[in-house]
């Protein structure tokens, strides 16, 4: 989860996290000790992050112009132009490889002063680490977010909406297309975050979930309250099987319990809840994909 970017937090807790990893594997730090790559330590697109964009190439404005490139690269100029690519590109290994020795260091600076401290330790100072972001224990998944639709006439022929995500609600603004994102499925809510982003743009308590559906092999569809939203994935199954699993966890929870007589008598007046807290909708529904049948 840390090595393929799933834990969004500073470079210098990644390089925490790294040494207590060598830690819990070497023990103390010793020239003798054997080193795993730097991509077995700390995530790759964090050094990835440091190199410099390509140049941005602004399109041709007509057909003459692609032409008249066209030509020219298959002359003098597409060998310049192959040159100077190879040249950058190797500029670019040489700059990773400096970003990945300096981080190399600096983890086995850290490392160093761990002095001592055993495997069990180790390992406990790295899950406590982890924990701190909110999202730890969430399963999450790569998702585009392409349209949120407003639940209300669902049927009618509606059309699909861009979505637009800050914060998601149905008064957001629209804007022109998907938005890539992370689906982070936990045992008490689901959450929508930007990628690399430590704090969610929205989570949704199962109580407010209504029904969810694959509406194709790759699109994902989730209604919330007044709102569907539609995503496209490759894990579909994946999705719905987990969701099936907390959402009928959570309607087990909420069942009543006959045998405990109520502790107060009941009131007439709507109940209040804490602040964070979701009040239960109805029974939500798993909706198949199109095209099944119930038996």
Not at 125 to 149: I, K
Request: charged share 20%; glycine share 8%.
């Amino acid at each position: 989860m840390v090595l393929r970017g799933y834990v969004p937090t500073s470079e210098e807790t990644l390089q925490t996290l790294a040494a207590l990893r060598l830690q819990s594997l070497n023990s103390d730090f010793s020239t003798h000790a054997p080193f795993p790559r730097l991509e077995e330590l700390f995530p790759p697109h964090v050094l990835h992050a440091r190199l410099p964009p390509p140049p941005h190439q602004p399109p041709s404005k007509c057909r003459g112009a692609r032409l008249r490139a066209g030509l020219l690269a298959g002359g003098l100029w597409g060998q310049a132009l192959a040159k100077q690519r190879a040249e950058r590109d190797q500029r670019l290994r040489g700059r990773l490889r400096e970003e990945g020795a300096s981080t190399m260091a600096a983890i086995v600076e850290k490392w160093k002063l761990l002095q001592g401290m055993g495997r069990p330790e180790a390992m406990a100072a790295y899950v406590a680490l982890v924990r701190e972001w909110p999202g730890f224990g969430s399963t999450l998944f790569d998702v585009d977010l392409h349209a949120v639709r407003p639940r209300l006439g669902v049927g009618q022929g509606q059309p699909w909406q861009w979505a637009t995500l800050t914060p998601l609600s149905s008064q957001s603004p629209v804007d022109s297309g998907p938005q890539r994102l992370w689906l982070g499925i936990g045992a008490k809510a689901v959450s929508l975050y930007k990628p690399g982003e430590p704090e969610p743009l929205d989570s949704f308590c199962y109580g407010r979930i209504s029904s969810f559906g694959a509406s194709d092999s790759s699109t994902f569809r989730l209604s919330v309250e007044d709102r569907d939203l539609l995503f496209e994935t490759s894990q579909v199954d994946e999705i719905a099987q987990l969701l099936n699993t907390y959402l009928a966890s959570a309607g087990a929870q909420r069942l009543p319990r006959p045998q405990e007589p109520p502790t107060s008598p009941p009131t007439s007046e709507p109940s209040v809840l804490p602040q964070g807290l979701c009040p239960a909708a109805g029974p939500w529904q798993h909706r198949p994909p199109v095209g099944s049948s119930h038996s």
